[in-house]
């Protein structure tokens, strides 16, 4: 990846995208305040240089079907570097698993799940991922309400 110094406009190009993605260039570009050409040439070096990773929707997932959610903190047996890359590697192969984190401290992986609703859930929890390889421990937590779900990073816009 070709990084480079990030200026103003390279900021206030990134912070309009992640607010909305599907903004056209005609309208990030008068945002931006420059003209639709350079904009474009921007936006395509700024995705070059791996500053923006990629565009998706943000979908509702109770309207979809998905009534839970829910954290579930995972130790494992052994923390061998091939172990965790074998976790990783079944991780992603769960499709209820939207998020996956290592952390560091008293457990090993933070998972974000979704489920059609809570049998479902423990469903996955018991039949899947306490039946899964090395894991040695499994506490969830399940999500009432999410008061803010803000994607990306705070971008300091002058």
């Given amino acids: 990846m070709e990084h480079h110094k990030l ?3 390279d900021m206030r190009i990134l912070a309009e995208l992640q607010a909305d993605g599907r903004i056209t260039n ?3 570009s008068r945002r931006a305040k420059i003209t639709a050409p350079p904009c474009l040439r921007r936006m395509r070096s700024l995705e070059k240089a791996g500053y923006i990773r990629g565009y998706h929707a943000n979908l509702d997932a109770r309207l979809l079907g998905f009534e ?3 954290y579930v903190f995972v130790g494992l047996s052994s923390q061998a570097e091939s172990d965790l890359k074998a976790f990783e590697d079944q991780v992603r192969l769960w499709p209820a698993v939207r998020e996956c984190y290592m952390l560091s401290g008293e457990v090993d992986f933070l998972l974000k799940v979704v489920a059609k609703d809570l049998s479902a859930f423990q469903t996955f929890i018991t039949d899947v991922l306490t039946a899964a390889k090395n894991v ?8 009432i309400h999410a008061t803010k779900r803000e994607p990306g990073v705070p971008l300091e816009i002058r």
Avoid: P, T
């Fill in 7 to 9: 200026d103003s406009i």
């Fill in 26 to 28: 005609v309208e990030l």
């Fill in 68 to 70: 839970v959610s829910g």
């Fill in 136 to 143: 040695a421990s499994v506490k969830s937590s399940l999500v």
